[in-house]
């Protein structure tokens, strides 16, 4: 018999302000495997890495990287107080490093956050938001503003943290580059492919597996052939599909 179809999402369970848009024209959402946050928009993905229920992501734009977050959901309160520990190691050899440390006030209750002034006049956030429920994120920013950016790191920081989401269950946004999709939590990151013109999301539930391809190459997909006879050879080529054959 065919497989049963997976059961309606539950209702939206944003933990935190839910942004899927902003008004202000500088800023974009980032939205990543069940985080969300508002950055300037010239901050783009340049690393995603999922290392044993680990996830760590790093924004970057002409400056060069800019935002660093990692996040996981501890299993235990042993395991989130060894989140912890490894942060303020982490934090303490930045301060030592450091010229002068300003904490950061006028924030959401769960964060710790410090500014950092280093030797070369360049400034240094760090925050971190320890879960207060079993199914909430350990999470770990580090922000980085050189001489020349144009961003206030104390406005920018307070932004970011302000706007941060985390989704559990349900529908959670997917936002970055020019894709903007929403996708079930039950539906878990297995792997990613982000090349040039051609980009590649693969979700696992139970048995099942999702595919999200993007392309940016529309002029070379109807240049000599339809959308749809272009879709039919891409997954003829594709080895991981055990499927007939297609045809368009």
């Not at 235990?76 to 950061?104: G, N």
């Not at 360049?122 to 503003?145: E, G, K, N």
């Not at 595919?211 to 891409?234: K, Q």
């Amino acid at each position: 018999p065919p497989p049963p179809p997976p059961p309606p999402p539950p209702a939206s369970n944003f933990n935190g302000p839910s942004h899927l848009s902003t008004t202000d024209s500088n800023l974009a959402l980032f939205a990543w495997n069940g985080v969300a946050f508002q950055v300037p928009k010239r901050w783009e993905l340049s690393v995603n890495e999922l290392v044993k229920g680990v996830s760590r992501i790093v924004l970057e734009d002409d400056f060069g990287p800019r935002l660093e977050l990692d996040w996981t959901t501890p299993r235990s309160a042993s395991e989130t107080e060894r989140f912890r520990k490894k942060s303020i190691e982490f934090i303490k050899i930045i301060d030592d490093k450091s010229r002068s440390v300003t904490p950061l006030a006028a924030l959401p209750d769960e964060w710790t956050a410090h500014l950092y002034r280093m030797a070369d006049d360049s400034f240094l956030a760090t925050a971190y938001m320890v879960p207060s429920t079993p199914d909430a994120p350990f999470v770990f920013f580090r922000i980085h503003f050189v001489k020349g950016t144009p961003e206030i790191p104390e406005t920018c920081c307070r932004q970011i943290l302000k706007s941060f989401s985390w989704k559990s269950q349900g529908l959670s946004p997917w936002a970055f580059y020019d894709i903007h999709f929403s996708l079930d939590r039950c539906f878990r990151l297995a792997s990613t492919s982000l090349l040039a013109g051609q980009k590649l999301l693969a979700f696992e539930w139970r048995l099942r597996r999702l595919f999200i391809w993007h392309f940016s190459l529309a002029d070379y997909i109807t240049r000599n052939n339809t959308p749809a006879g272009w879709c039919a050879d891409f997954l003829n080529k594709f080895k991981l599909l055990p499927t007939p054959h297609w045809t368009a």
